[in-house]
């Protein structure tokens, strides 16, 4: 399984490399669709709607429409919008197990040691189980 995020438990003056990993996993069936008649797959297309002419991926551009035009947008403008990334979770307390409301670990995530070096994160889980406490 891919992890969905790379970067480090941070607390205090410690910082342990990680990968994250959903612990669900979601699986679907992917059909094409076929011609009935000879079960070959059916092939759409990339048309402008004007000229009728196919248009190579190269030269599709995303946009959405504002009044009777087209605002578009690009990468950057995607970069620019997303909410600041960060490669640190940042632990600030410790707490009881029990006082966590399930409500905060409804989706369930899983961490590994990002380097082959993973005393200090084989430390943490220690102790984490033996005190009952949850980060």
Known sequence: MRSIWKGS??????????????AV????????M?????HERIRYQRVNEKTHKEVPYDKIVKGYKLNDDYV???DADFEAAAPEKSKVIE???FVDIED???MFYETSYYTEPDT?????YALLIQ?????????
């Open 72 to 74: 578009i947008m690009d």
């Open 116 to 120: 082959k070096n993973n005393k200090a």
């Open 25 to 32: 996993q979601t699986t679907s069936l992917d059909f094409d």
């Open 34 to 38: 076929l011609d009935n008649r000879d």
């Open 91 to 93: 632990i600030e307390s």
């Open 127 to 135: 102790a984490l189980k033996q005190s009952g406490k949850a980060g």
């Open 100 to 102: 966590v409301n399930p």
């Open 9 to 22: 438990l941070g607390f205090g003056l410690v910082s342990i490399p990680v990968k994250l990993y959903s």
